[in-house]
């Protein structure tokens, strides 16, 4: 267990539709990082929030959008959602912001868009 | 930004064989790399990771070394058993940078045949 707690683990829903992941970090973790994993692209880096800040971004549609609340919870929303979308969503979490080394992922939320 | 290759996709040996793994970075700013092992169904976790003052890390039967010259970097992974097999992923960023922006490579799917 990675202290990293994602929900839903399991996630259908239809073309068009709007869904919210949610992810809790390690406890004294202050960053938190999104990874869409699908089965040709590997994990892409999608956004990265330090203490309820945005610090670097990856390759994130404009269709999906983040945040970081004050509890230090982050959310990964998706809208008007295509079938390209069906992947494994990871989250993460480290201490710094900085590269200081090993991130812990969630174990994933998957979204199957129909 | 950061562009990671990782070679080969798939890799396939007898149990107690060598299995090596290739990365290229474009960045060379770039000064952390660490190897994550993905089983199938599960979480990606940290095996090892290396900085770019040292050029080589054991760590039992996994070592990382890197050529900062070339901008390369490798997973040995010696008398490989067959809980070894799984996706193992490279990935590079700067550590001590503004971000922890960790780029990732495609992934290896290493079997290793009893």
């Known amino acids: 267990d990675s202290g990293v707690t994602q929900t839903p683990k399991h996630l259908i829903t239809a073309t068009g539709q709007r869904v919210t992941l949610r992810c809790s970090p390690r406890s004294g973790d202050l960053s938190v990082y999104w990874y869409q994993q699908s089965l040709d692209q590997g994990l892409q880096f999608l956004i990265q929030y330090y203490n309820g800040e945005e610090r670097a971004k990856g390759n994130i549609l404009e269709r999906f959008s983040a945040q970081q609340f004050p509890d230090l919870h982050s959310e990964l929303n998706l809208s008007s959602l295509e079938l390209g979308d069906s992947a494994l969503y990871f989250c993460a979490s480290s201490k710094g912001q900085a590269g200081t080394g090993e991130l812990f992922f969630g174990e994933g939320s998957r979204l199957t868009v129909l | 930004g950061e562009n990671v290759e990782q070679h080969p996709s798939t890799l396939s040996v007898q149990e107690g064989d060598s299995a090596v793994i290739k990365c290229t970075y474009s960045?060379?700013?770039?000064?952390?790399f660490p190897w994550y092992k993905q089983e199938l169904g599960k979480r990606p976790q940290l095996i090892i990771d290396i900085r770019s003052n040292v050029g080589e890390k054991k760590d039992q039967r996994i070592a990382v070394t890197l050529n900062k010259t070339a901008k390369h970097f490798s997973l040995h992974i010696t008398e490989t058993q067959p809980e070894d097999s799984a996706v193992y992923f490279c990935?590079?960023?700067?550590?001590?940078?503004?971000?922890?922006?960790?780029?990732f490579g495609t992934g290896t799917l290493l079997a290793v045949q009893p």
């Open positions: 990935a590079a960023s700067r550590y001590g940078g503004a971000t922890n922006k960790l780029i």
């Open positions: 960045d060379s700013a770039s000064n952390y």
